[in-house]
């Protein structure tokens, strides 16, 4: 891919990172950093690329670990979030959980 | 699937992390934002089975299905198997070193990934594929045992405290340049001999750059390594031309920087002062005394008597709670004192418990509702008007000595200042110091109260004999 456009995407996409979380409220703090967590387990699309390329054992095992690891990561912290956000209620509603 | 097609829907993947985050922001919108990453990630992940990344070295793609398909299935499965349950079980207590092992697995996946593509890069690769390629792999470890290292001090499997050697910064220094060294020898070398170096160096760096962090400052460097690894998958996205990888690596980066920053802020300190401040904080004064200071502890009747009589009560909670798994227990207290007309209000210190935001999820837990939660700002004013401020199971983050004595760890932290409301009381298990280490002469203070025991069975009692009254 051509530099100058991996530079435009990096750039706008730091500018969209620092704009959409600089008001967040403390309340926040725990799920924002445990959603984040998770949006960075797309590693594993880059694991399965790697997996794919693969030409010796060595190579194919150290992406199969990164696949295993990459899914813990991206599943598991979405998993987790939307547990601690499943809490965020406005007002009681009554039922327990 | 056309490359277009490919690339487009990688595109709507990163639009989808960019509202996820954004919904993230707002505790209304907050779990559909959740749910929207998820989509975009599973999408993204789906697509990448339906189309072939062209190889390196410029020959044509081969055609599907993917090579190893079914290995790469099933280690999905595997990572499908370990995660899901690990995320649905854990007790909200333990969810900060979770989130940091998340992490690390994330930085580690990060890393292999790196290493894999460097034994692919032939001698045509470019010096910013291979710069890119080394900071992943420095980066992705350094992630990884740093992470490891937090999991391990917020589990208790270490001592919480800074662990500071003889000689320690400089160790540390020496082997930042190790690194460094190593890195440049990788860029001009291209073997594979000089990147296991590499690797080794960086696990070695991520464990001593988290090991002098102490205590309450944990939460603030899983933040970091958060960010950490979001910008190493951002490289890989350059080094595989995946825009997908590109976005979604930045904007956890980006916005991983940010919160690490208002989370230091919360904390009342420089960034640099969380990482290296157990290196420069002077010793602590001796505190050998404590044991035999008098201190004044009552029963849960009394506590209870001097609640009834309230007009206006604070609970401030902290980790404790959290280990006692009191949340319920204590909204029931809450409610009990709504319904006598007393003005109940939670004060909720940003970095209370192991992470920022800890109380608030504990709390939600029990079906507390949000608007009852008071932030540190806008519930300090109003202690002055406190009749009773209860203290459930946290320490530093009420303790004077954040404002009065310069050259305490804590010192500049901003505090729940507690000790302006009329009572105090404290509900602990024994006189141990908090997870800073810290001696609170707050505790001695003649308005406070203790009662000790296990908060949750403290609390149940003050209920009961609530009730009685």
Known sequence: MDAIAIISIFTLAVFVGFEVVSKVSSTLHTPLMSGANAIHGVILVGAIIVADHSKTNLELGLSLAAIILATINMVGGFVVTDRMLEMFKPKKTGGEK | ?469
Not at chain 2, 221 to 237: D, E, H, P, R, Y
Not at chain 2, 289 to 317: C, F, M, Q, T, W
Not at chain 2, 436 to 463: C, W
């Open chain 2, 1 to 469: 699937m056309s490359t277009n097609l490919y690339s487009l829907i990688g595109l709507a993947a990163g639009v989808a992390f960019i509202l996820a985050l954004k919904g993230l922001s707002h505790p209304k919108t907050a779990r559909r934002g959740n749910l929207i990453g998820a989509a975009g990630a599973t999408v993204a992940t789906l697509s990448v089975f339906l189309y072939v990344t062209p190889p390196r070295d410029g020959s044509a793609a081969h055609s599907l299905p993917l090579n190893h398909l079914w290995l790469i299935l099933g280690a999905i499965a595997v990572g499908l198997i370990v995660g899901v349950p690990a995320a649905r079980k854990v007790e909200m207590t333990q969810m900060p070193q979770l989130v940091a092992l998340f992490n690390g697995v994330g930085g580690g996946a990060a890393a292999l990934v790196a290493i894999v593509e460097y034994l692919h890069l032939g001698k045509d690769a470019t010096t910013a594929e291979v710069i890119f390629t080394v900071f992943t792999v420095i980066v992705g470890c350094v992630s990884f045992s740093g992470s490891i290292i937090t999991f391990m001090k917020l589990q208790e499997l270490m001592t919480t405290r800074p662990v500071v050697f003889p000689g320690g910064r400089f160790v540390i220094a020496g082997t930042l340049v190790a690194v460094l060294g190593t890195a440049v020898w990788v860029v001009n070398a291209l073997g594979t001999t000089p990147l296991l170096v590499l690797a080794a160096l960086a696990l070695l760096f991520g464990v001593l750059f988290v090991l002098p962090v102490g205590g309450a400052d944990v939460p603030i460097v899983i933040s970091l390594l958060n960010a950490f690894t979001g910008l190493t998958v951002a490289a890989s996205g350059y080094v595989l031309s995946s825009t997908l990888l590109i976005i979604a690596g930045t904007l956890v980066g980006a916005s991983g920087t940010i919160l690490t920053r208002l989370m230091a802020e919360a904390m009342g300190r420089s960034l640099f002062g969380t990482l290296f401040g157990a290196f420069t904080a002077k010793p602590q004064e001796a505190s050998g005394s404590a044991e035999e200071r008098p201190v004044r502890s009552g029963s849960a009747d009394d506590v209870a008597i001097l609640l009834n009589y309230a007009r206006r009560v604070v609970i401030v909670p902290g980790f404790g709670l959290a280990v006692a798994q009191a949340q319920h227990t204590v909204r029931e207290l809450a409610d009990l004192m709504i319904s006598k007309g007393i003005d109940v209000a939670y004060g909720i210190h940003p970095v209370a418990g192991r992470m920022p935001g800890h109380m608030n999820v504990l709390l939600a837990e029990a079906n507390v509702p949000y608007d009852q939660l008071a932030e540190m700002d806008e519930v300090n004013p109003t202690f002055g008007q406190t009749d009773v401020a209860i203290v459930i199971g946290a320490n530093d983050v009420v303790n004077p000595a954040a404002q009065t004595t310069p050259g305490c760890p804590i010192y500049g932290m901003p505090i729940l200042e507690v000790n302006h409301a009329a009572n105090i009381i404290f509900l602990k298990r024994s006189m141990r110091p908090g997870f800073a280490g810290i001696e609170n002469e707050l505790l001695y203070d003649p308005k406070t109260m203790l009662l000790f025991g296990d908060a949750k069975a403290s609390l149940t009692k003050v209920v009961s004999a609530l009730k009685a009254l």
